[in-house]
């Protein structure tokens, strides 16, 4: 499900096929797949329109990044579904909290996810975990490691985990990653505008 030329595809091992079920006609899941795609393309859409503004605030062109990410990129599209935890697990000693995903940070430059107004997403904001209120129809932007480091920590990637909420939780991230030819160094953003 993402725009990869042969010669990428070829020339990096890392690749491989959205796998998907063979008889999809015949179980009638072709219009999932048709709407994951959609939604990848949409959602590819926005994140080049989010990566020009970071550019223009480090100071760089507006198409700075569109190398990395415009005709192919690693971008991924999951979904994902959040089961409670037992009764007896408890993740966070502190709060005395069950978590479905434990702390931590995206790795790559962008992450959009969409969460069906399910609450349980925490993010860490002046050293504590905030709740990050529903809003129907929004889009939650995550910051990636990969950005932190590579605007040497102009931009700082989101510290988040989900809370288990006591009841089956969805949601859908789309992880905006460079194409693995991109030539990305610590020192990428040191140089003159570009």
């Known amino acids: 499900m993402s725009d990869i030329s042969e010669w990428e595809r070829k020339g990096c091992p890392l690749y491989q096929k959205t796998p998907w079920p063979k008889n999809s006609t015949e ?18 859409n926005l994140a ?33 579904h959040y ?11 502190k709060n005395d909290q069950k978590l ?3 702390e931590h940070s995206d ?9 069906f107004m399910f609450p349980g997403l925490q993010v860490l904001f002046e050293g504590e975990y905030r709740s990050i209120k529903s809003v129907k129809n929004a889009i939650v932007i995550n910051i990636g490691a990969t950005l932190e480091k590579i605007s040497n920590n102009k931009i700082v ?12 939780r969805y949601s859908t991230p789309f992880f905006f990653e460079p194409k693995f030819s991109a030539r990305i160094s610590n020192n990428t953003l040191s140089s003159k505008r570009q």
């Open 27 to 44: 179980l009638d899941l072709d219009w999932v797949l048709k709407t994951f795609e959609q939604h990848h393309k949409r959602m590819h």
């Open 100 to 102: 479905v995903a434990p």
């Open 157 to 168: 990637a989101t510290r988040h985990r989900v809370l288990d909420i006591g009841y089956e």
């Open 48 to 80: 080049m329109k989010l990566i020009r503004c970071f550019a223009v605030g480090l100071g760089k062109r507006e198409d700075y990044f569109d190398p990395w990410f415009k005709d192919e990129s690693t971008a991924v599209f999951r979904g994902l």
């Open 83 to 93: 089961l409670p935890r037992p009764a007896d697990v408890i993740l966070d000693n």
């Open 107 to 115: 790795s790559g430059f962008i992450t959009l996810l969409t969460t």
